[in-house]
C-alpha cells in the first residue's frame, strides 16, 4: 500500500457566507500526479491553502503527512524584480550547501544558467529555476500553481518532461495546479476536478471522454482554455 500524502476528508469551506468548497473528499498516495483543475475562481488555490495549514477549514479535515513539501507559486510578478541576481543566487537564498545546489541545478537541467542573471533568462528557463529552488531540501510532495502561464509551448513541453522525469525516476509526488484543462489532463496520472465541489477525480482519459468538460468550462472553453 502506498502511503498517504494528503488527505481530504468531507472538507467545506466559506469565506464569510460563501461557500467556496462543498463537502470534497480527496487522498493523494506517494508517487501519485494530480492534476488539480478547475476554472478560475473555482477553490483550487483556497483548497491548496487549507493543505497547507493558511486557512482552516468551516468542517471536514484536511491531513497533511509530511512536511517536506516545495512549493512553486505562479511565475508572475517574478520579472517585476528589476533586481540583479544571478540563478545560483535565487537558489541558494533558501538555503542548503553548494553541494546541494549543484544537484538541484542538474536535475533541473539549468546548471550551465547558473552565473546568468535570473531576469536575463527565457521565462521556461526561469521556471526551471524555481523548480530547482523548491527542489532543495528534497521535498516528498512538489505543489505547483499555475506553473505554465505566459510560458511558451516548446517551454512548457519541455517543462511536462521534467515533471515527469521527476515524478517517475525521483519518485516525487507533484500536484499540478490549473486551469487549463485539455494540457494538463494529458500530463498527469489523475485528475481531481473542482468547482466548489469535488466533480471527478480519476484517469484524465476517461475525463476527456465525458461531457463533463463542457459541464465545467461550458461549450467553448476547450478551445479558449489554450489562450491567455
Ligand atoms: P481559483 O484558485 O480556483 O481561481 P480561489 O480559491 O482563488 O479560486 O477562489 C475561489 C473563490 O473564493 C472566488 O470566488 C474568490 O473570489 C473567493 N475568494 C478568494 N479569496 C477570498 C477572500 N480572501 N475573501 C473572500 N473571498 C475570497
Not at 475562481?41 to 471536514?60: D, R
Amino acid at each position: 500500500m502506498k502511503k498517504e500524502i494528503i488527505k481530504i476528508t468531507d472538507l467545506s469551506f466559506s469565506y464569510k457566507s460563501e461557500v467556496i468548497l462543498h463537502e470534497v473528499s480527496l487522498t493523494v498516495k506517494e508517487g501519485d500526479f494530480l492534476g488539480l483543475i478547475g476554472p478560475n475562481g473555482s477553490g483550487k488555490t483556497t483548497l491548496l491553502k487549507i493543505i497547507l495549514g493558511l486557512l482552516q477549514p468551516t468542517s471536514g479535515r484536511a491531513e497533511l503527512m509530511t512536511k517536506k513539501i516545495g512549493y512553486v507559486a505562479q511565475k508572475a510578478g517574478f520579472n517585476a524584480i528589476g533586481f540583479p541576481i544571478t540563478v545560483e543566487e535565487v537558489i541558494s537564498m533558501a538555503g542548503g550547501s553548494q553541494e546541494e545546489i549543484e544537484r538541484v541545478l542538474e536535475l533541473t537541467n539549468i546548471a550551465s544558467k547558473k552565473k546568468r542573471l535570473l531576469n536575463e533568462l527565457s521565462g521556461g528557463q526561469q521556471q526551471r529555476v524555481f523548480i530547482a529552488r523548491a527542489l532543495l531540501h528534497n521535498p516528498e510532495l512538489l505543489i505547483l500553481d499555475e506553473p505554465t502561464v505566459g510560458i511558451d509551448s516548446q517551454s512548457q513541453n519541455n517543462f511536462y518532461k521534467l515533471l515527469k522525469k521527476l515524478n517517475q525516476e525521483n519518485g516525487l509526488t507533484l500536484i499540478l495546479v490549473s486551469h487549463e484543462l485539455d494540457v494538463v489532463a494529458k500530463e498527469v496520472s489523475s485528475v481531481a476536478c473542482i468547482n466548489k465541489n469535488l466533480i471527478y477525480h480519476g484517469q484524465p482519459q476517461e475525463l476527456l471522454e465525458t461531457d463533463l468538460i463542457e459541464k465545467l468550462y461550458g461549450k467553448n472553453q476547450r478551445l479558449i482554455a489554450h489562450h491567455h
